[in-house]
């Protein structure tokens, strides 16, 4: 375990959605048989990553998006501009 820690970070995490920055510490944790800080340090993983939660869904924009798609059907001519503006009244 120690030596881990000495070494080169090994676990690149370009690419990788938090979900699957979670998982895989999920399943070092399990094989290492450590906490999840010594998992996350020695992964060299931010543990912030771990207790994020998004602030949307993609659900939550379908009810923005439909509003969108009605208006701009209703008002043909109108740009994106003022669409939002009227969303915003």
Sequence with gaps: KADLER???FFKTQGLTVENIRQ???HAR???GTSERQTCKILGIARSTQRYKAAKSKDDDSSLRLALIRLAKQYGRYGY???AELLRI
Excluded: L
Aim: glycine share 0%; net charge positive; charged share 40%.
């Design 81 to 83: 501009r003022k669409i």
């Design 24 to 26: 895989a510490v999920i």
């Design 30 to 32: 399990q094989k290492i």
């Design 7 to 9: 070494e080169p970070r």
